[in-house]
């Protein structure tokens, strides 16, 4: 995830989250639809200063937030005495050495003020006494039934007894998880297509596929195969010489794919 959402980013953000199309936010501000979509292009283009005026004014934003200098559209210049940052905080956001934009999206999440109302509880103690209550009562009745009976330490129900009884850092590590899990797999989700998150197959998984499927599609398999690995590799097949040619069938003889596939490589005319 980025640290800085570029002016590309941020104009086609403010469009789709509007649901307009390229024509029709022309025909809203006046610029025209090449220029508007040159200006959310990956070539970028400067954007003039009176289409950056008339673009922040139509967006209700500043200037900045349209460049990507501040993620604020509404608190600007908020004094820190407000926000109760320490020094610490603040150096570490100005740092760089984390990711301010990832920390504003899980600070902003629906689940943080859960999971930082369950830190707190536990941090302050609030719940240690409830947790000491309940444990020793069940530790109690357990003593007691033992006393009685001391063959029942196997008991299935002495055995409840003692299950039900937990320790506050189990069950706060164990709530405090589960909210921090979904926290992160929504962020995750909503990153899964940016242009700098992991693809969900690598080349070599994609490799694998187009393999399966040549081996599944009529016509000469060797043939559709070797192309097809030139082509993962970047290599151009017709350029190949007799000998590179050769040395490919030699190779490929030695994979369980192709002994296993029928292939006939005694066959003329495979080169």
Known sequence: MKTRVSVQERLKDLRVERGLKLEELAEQTGISKSALGSYENDDYKEINHGSLLKLADFYQV???????????????????AELHLTDEAVAL?????????????????EKFAELLADAEIYVD???????????????????MILEAHPEAAADRYLK???????????????VTHKTWDAMLHDIR???ENDSESAPA????????????????????????????FCKAFQLKYKRLSEEERTTLKKLFRKSPLIKHSGMNFRRRGWK
């Open 62 to 80: 500043s200037v900045d937030y349209l460049l990507g200098l501040t993620d604020n559209r509404e608190y600007l210049d908020t004094p820190l």
């Open 189 to 191: 989700k909503a990153h």
């Open 125 to 143: 103690g609030m719940a240690a006494m409830r947790f000491h209550d309940i444990n020793s009562s069940l530790a109690a009745v357990r003593a």
């Open 160 to 174: 409840i007894l003692e299950a039900g009884q937990i320790a506050e850092e189990d069950f706060f590590c164990h």
């Open 201 to 228: 197959s690598t080349p070599a998984d994609e490799l694998i596929k187009e393999v399966q499927r040549a081996m599944q599609s009529p016509g000469d398999k060797v043939q559709q195969f070797t192309e097809l």
């Open 93 to 109: 956001l100005k740092s760089g050495r984390v990711n301010n934009r990832l920390l504003c999206e899980i600070i902003s999440h």
